[in-house]
């Protein structure tokens, strides 16, 4: 019976254990969409608003289609364009430079911090002045809380406020995270999240939510969001989307959103198995001073001459799943490698694209489990 086991393939990501969890109470949160069929601004979008910032401690919560879109809207919504430059990490999912070349502006990319991972201080402000050379106007930056840790968002705030930047902070990996006793959600202009199935707070689809404190932006926001309608549904006053969170996913997500405390907790316990089973094989993920982390992913690094492909073949073959996020910074693919980036290049980014790899993180791992993964990464390191 056991070797059965040790032969099964894991799940990188358990949303079927949060699914068998949650039970009766999704299902009547489902149901109960189904009963008043109130498919797009029903009662629940306002119930998980209301629930998200009560959660965060933002005063407007203007939730949408996806994370992306919550990252677009708020560039919108600043009138952001054409000759603008906004600075963002390149390493790191495709969609936050992404955001900023669908409304024109000229994404600049800027190295990372080698231990956290997240947006280097001193690259933000060489990619300042790379944008100021080429004639460009800098005006926003887009730290993201990468992998669940949160950024240095006072290092950011103070470079965003010397040079007139506004700061968006791209939490589509770290809402619930935290930053010196402050909630992801309460830093910068706004704050952008993604409910994608696999996030720590995840929908059954598409979903996201922008966090503000800010009246005005909110409004302008709830306006784009619906195609730029203005008090009359068909006196559009700007440009918009179609951009809502539809009842059903808000629905899921005010129960979910239930559970996830517990589920943070629980994340952070996994965590610090792997940080005590690998930490003197592998370099593990380090928290930075007063920065929290909710483990959307438990990334490593391969020691120097490891057989990347290799060591993730040698795993699989135990039925143990491994993800590399990412194997090519943005400034690296092909739709973004013409845009700038900051003077002296941006190492760091390229050497963590050829050595990191991500293993198995949920809230449901259990010690048996995560104890059979820890053997087959020192095995394979070991062969």
Known sequence: MNQHLRSESLPFIDVAAQRRRLGQSLDEAIAR????????????????????????????????????????????????????????????????????????ATPVFVDVDEMTFNIDATSLRNGIAVAKKQGLKPVAVIPVDLFGQSADHDAIASIAS???LFVVDDAAQGFGASYKGRRIGTFGL???????????????????????DDPELAATLRSIRVHGQGSDKYDNVRLGLTARLDTM????????????????AARNVVAERYARGLGNVVAIPRL???????????????????????????LK???????????????????????????????????????????????????????????????????
């Open 33 to 104: 969409v189904l009963a008043h069929c109130q498919f797009i601004n029903g009662p629940e979008v306002a119930q998980l608003e209301a629930a998200l910032m009560a959660f965060s401690g933002a005063r407007h919560v203007v939730t949408c289609a996806s994370g992306t879109d919550a990252l677009l809207m708020v560039l919108m919504a600043k009138g952001v364009g054409r000759g603008d430059a906004v600075f963002c990490p390149s390493f790191t999912f495709c969609a936050t430079g992404e955001a900023v070349a669908l409304t024109g």
């Open 249 to 264: 996913q808000a629905a899921i997500l005010i129960e979910k959103l239930k559970i996830f405390e517990d589920e943070i």
């Open 162 to 164: 010397g040079d007139g």
């Open 317 to 383: 073959a135990q039925g143990i799943p491994t993800s590399i996020y990412y194997p090519k910074s943005m400034h690296q693919q092909t739709a973004y490698r013409h845009y700038p980036v900051a003077d002296g290049g941006l190492p760091i980014s390229e050497r963590l694209s050829s050595d990191v790899i991500s293993l198995p993180m949920h809230a449901y791992l259990d010690k048996a489990t995560q104890e059979r993964i820890v053997k087959a990464v020192r095995g394979a390191l070991s062969s």
């Open 190 to 212: 706004a704050t952008a999240t993604s409910f994608f199935p696999a996030k720590p707070l995840g929908c059954f689809g598409d979903g996201g939510a922008i966090f503000t």
């Open 288 to 314: 930075a001073a007063g920065c929290t982390s909710i483990w959307a992913q438990y990334t490593i690094r391969l020691p120097k001459g490891t057989n990347r492909d290799g060591f993730a073949a040698a």
